[in-house]
Structures are given as structure tokens and as C-alpha cells.
């Protein structure tokens, strides 16, 4: 009995230990990140489109003036076409620049190999299919997270930007469902009332979204008299998309690249509007898009929503950098956005996009490194 006695105290200290251990690397692994944070310069990135009549010489000369006049990092748009990115790719990074592969994810507009199959898209709780039935926009044709072919194809592209040479990372844009509910701002254009979850703006209904469902919780959803007040089914969605970028992440690091995504404002806005709970993800780097004027706001919402991102993303090694949208903003609104990012801890800022900088709001980025 002693000797059981022994055994079990020795099993006891050897288990404290190693718990002990454990919270210690913790907080070694925290405090090297924080310092490594705290060291790291305030990056600057653009987003920019390619543009099949641009020339090498054109692009070398756009890349040569968003060096000079501060910038860090391109996210560069190609429609997912790995060929012409990496084309243009070695042209940025020859002027010092990092670059990004920015991609359209659930979004795939106009996808050729996605078109030849209709079962691959979204469907809305009204039954229209965004393979020919687009909420909003014609651009909005959004692929289901919950078929495995769709999200095979994601991961294809993902994989073939991450595979080329020069990209730093591969960027997620609409990585989500579509608006369940649009900023504030934007509503009058579409001349829409969004006080509750409206059928032609909830999604996704698809057959394989339903059964996928109703295999892990029991119920088939478009049964449920107010789907809005199902917790399961709203965090059914939160997961498949997830999944997609964890798979994402996976592949991307696989290849030695990071992932970065562009998001909504902070998390909980963004599971509120598009079922995006991005502080829960596998991650390298998150830009939320905190397009102020798009919810009729003032430029101090910059700071709130970049304070509010990085406090859910505190124990997690995704750093936070401050997205803003450019054409309304004035030269001095661009310069308290950039300090209100910084004083809120986001890691850098980004700008939409690279084209409509003007000069005036160059000179301020520029002076604002010094």
C-alpha cells in the first residue's frame, strides 16, 4: 500500500510539474510574441487589381511610387490566376515590396470550372440559387462552404497561389456568407429596410448545407418556424467557414506562406452580418475593413473597431491590421486613422485601394513613417 502510496505521489509532483511547465512555455511563447509585436514596424499595405493592359514598366512604376511614398506590402488581385501573378509578383518585390495573392473565396464570381456545376452554389432561405439569382450585386455569386467539391476548388486555388515564389501570403477576401445584413450606410442605395433577417438574404439552404445539418444536430432546418433564433444553426455556419480556412491555413503553411484574410470590422459585427467569427480561426493576419463611412460613422470608429478586434484576438498569434477605404476620406482623416490603428494596437494599416491614393494622402502615409 505504500509502495501504491509512492507511486501515486510521485505521479501527483510529476503531473504539477509538467502543468506547471506547460503554463510556464505559455507564458514564455506569450511574452516573445508580445516583445516580437512590440518590435515589429508599423507595416503599410495597398490593394490593388491587375489589369491585363497594364505594361512591366506601368506596374514597375506603380510599385516604385508606393515605395517611395511609404508603403510595405501589395495585395495583388488576379482573379485567382497564379500565371499572372506570378508575372507581375517578382516586379514588386525587385521595388522592396511584399506581396500578397488576394483572392475572392465563397465569392467566386464568374469561376469557370464552378459554373459547370450549379449544385456547387449557395442557396437563399426563399430557394433562390446564387448560381443564376444574385442578391445585390451581379457580382455576388457565392459558393457553398458545405460542398465538398466547392470547397475542393477553393483549396485548389489556394494552393495555386501559395506555390508561387514570391508571395508572402495568400489574402481571403469574402471569406463569408453573403449580407444578412448590409452597413447601415449602404442601405438606401439598395433601397432596403433590414430589420430582421430577410429570406432573399439568408443563406444557405442548399440541399447539402440542409443534410449536413440535420446529419450533426437532428433537425432539418427549413422546418423551423424562425431559423434567425436557431443558436445551432447559426454556429453550424461559423464552423463550415472555419473549416475552409483552416484547410486554407493548412495548405498555405504547408508551402512555407502565411494566410491573411480580409474581414469585417470586428468579430462580433462580423457574426452578426455575415457569419464571420475570424478570432476564432487559424490565421496569420486579419485586415478588417473598417470602412467607417459604410456604417455612418466619423473617423474615431477607426479606433473603436481596431481596439475592439484586437481584444478578441488577445491569446492568439493572428496580428490585427486596420483596413480603411480612401475615396471620402480627406488627407487629415487619413492621418488620425493611421494614429487611431496605431494607438489601438493593430500591427499596420491597409488601404483601398492603391489607385485612388491621392497625392496629398501619399505625403501624409510618407510623413507619417518618420
Known amino acids: 500500500m505504500r509502495a501504491f502510496n509512492i507511486i501515486c505521489l510521485c505521479s501527483l509532483l510529476i503531473a504539477i510539474s509538467c502543468t506547471s511547465k506547460q503554463k510556464e512555455n505559455k507564458e514564455v511563447v506569450a511574452e516573445k510574441i508580445a516583445t516580437?509585436?512590440?518590435?515589429?514596424?508599423?507595416?503599410?499595405?495597398?490593394?490593388?487589381?491587375?489589369?491585363?493592359?497594364?505594361?512591366?514598366?506601368?506596374?514597375?512604376?506603380?510599385?516604385?511610387?508606393?515605395?517611395?511614398?511609404?508603403?510595405?506590402?501589395?495585395?495583388?488581385?488576379?482573379?485567382?490566376?497564379?500565371?499572372?501573378?506570378?508575372?507581375?509578383?517578382?516586379?514588386?518585390?525587385?521595388?522592396?515590396?511584399?506581396?500578397?495573392?488576394?483572392?475572392?473565396?465563397?465569392?467566386?464570381?464568374?469561376?469557370?470550372?464552378?459554373?459547370k456545376h450549379p449544385e456547387w452554389y449557395m442557396v437563399s432561405r426563399s430557394g433562390k440559387s446564387c448560381f443564376d439569382n444574385r442578391p445585390y450585386v451581379d457580382y455576388y455569386q457565392w459558393l457553398s462552404p458545405s460542398h465538398p467539391q466547392a470547397r475542393q476548388r477553393i483549396w485548389d486555388l489556394v494552393e495555386s497561389l501559395a506555390k508561387v515564389k514570391d508571395v508572402a501570403s495568400v489574402h481571403l477576401d469574402y471569406i463569408r456568407y453573403p449580407d444578412i445584413y448590409l452597413p447601415i450606410g449602404l442601405l438606401p442605395k439598395y433601397k432596403l429596410i433590414q430589420n430582421?433577417?430577410?429570406?432573399?438574404?439568408?443563406?444557405?439552404?442548399?440541399?447539402?448545407?440542409?443534410?449536413?445539418?440535420?446529419?450533426?444536430?437532428?433537425?432539418?432546418?427549413?422546418?423551423?418556424?424562425?431559423?434567425?433564433?436557431?443558436?445551432?444553426?447559426?454556429?453550424?455556419?461559423?464552423?463550415?467557414?472555419?473549416?475552409?480556412?483552416?484547410?486554407?491555413?493548412?495548405?498555405?503553411?504547408?508551402?512555407?506562406?502565411?494566410?491573411?484574410?480580409a474581414v469585417f470590422p470586428y468579430p462580433e459585427m462580423a457574426d452578426h452580418m455575415v457569419r464571420q467569427r475570424w478570432d476564432k480561426w487559424n490565421v496569420d493576419e486579419v485586415l478588417p475593413m473598417i470602412y467607417y463611412n459604410f456604417y455612418n460613422e466619423t473617423v474615431d470608429w477607426v479606433g473603436f473597431a481596431t481596439r475592439q478586434g484586437v481584444e478578441d484576438l488577445k491569446g492568439k498569434?493572428?496580428?490585427?491590421?486596420?483596413?480603411?477605404?480612401?475615396?471620402?476620406?480627406?488627407?487629415?482623416?487619413?492621418?488620425?486613422?493611421?494614429?487611431?490603428?496605431?494607438?489601438?494596437?493593430?500591427?499596420?494599416i491597409s488601404f483601398f485601394d492603391g489607385n485612388a491614393i491621392t497625392e496629398e494622402q501619399f505625403e501624409v502615409i510618407k510623413n507619417s513613417k518618420k
Do not use: C
Not at 203 to 217: H, I, M, P
Not at 236 to 250: C, H, M, P, Q, T
Open 36 to 115: 516580437s509585436n512590440a518590435t515589429l514596424p508599423f507595416k503599410y499595405w495597398v490593394w490593388i487589381t491587375a489589369e491585363p493592359s497594364k505594361t512591366d514598366l506601368m506596374y514597375i512604376d506603380e510599385f516604385k511610387k508606393y515605395k517611395n511614398n511609404g508603403i510595405d506590402a501589395v495585395l495583388i488581385n488576379t482573379e485567382a490566376n497564379a500565371k499572372i501573378l506570378e508575372k507581375i509578383a517578382p516586379l514588386a518585390v525587385r521595388e522592396g515590396l511584399e506581396v500578397h495573392a488576394w483572392m475572392f473565396t465563397m465569392n467566386r464570381p464568374n469561376d469557370p470550372i464552378a459554373l
Open 196 to 261: 430582421e433577417e430577410l429570406p432573399d438574404f439568408d443563406f444557405d439552404y442548399s440541399q447539402v448545407a440542409v443534410d449536413k445539418f440535420e446529419q450533426q444536430y437532428g433537425k432539418d432546418i427549413r422546418q423551423a418556424e424562425v431559423p434567425a433564433i436557431d443558436i445551432e444553426w447559426k454556429q453550424f455556419r461559423l464552423n463550415e467557414i472555419k473549416s475552409v480556412v483552416d484547410g486554407a491555413y493548412d495548405i498555405a503553411h504547408k508551402h512555407g506562406k502565411q494566410l491573411t484574410a
Open 317 to 348: 498569434n493572428t496580428k490585427l491590421h486596420t483596413g480603411i477605404y480612401l475615396p471620402p476620406m480627406s488627407a487629415k482623416d487619413v492621418s488620425i486613422a493611421i494614429e487611431l490603428a496605431k494607438n489601438n494596437g493593430a500591427s499596420g
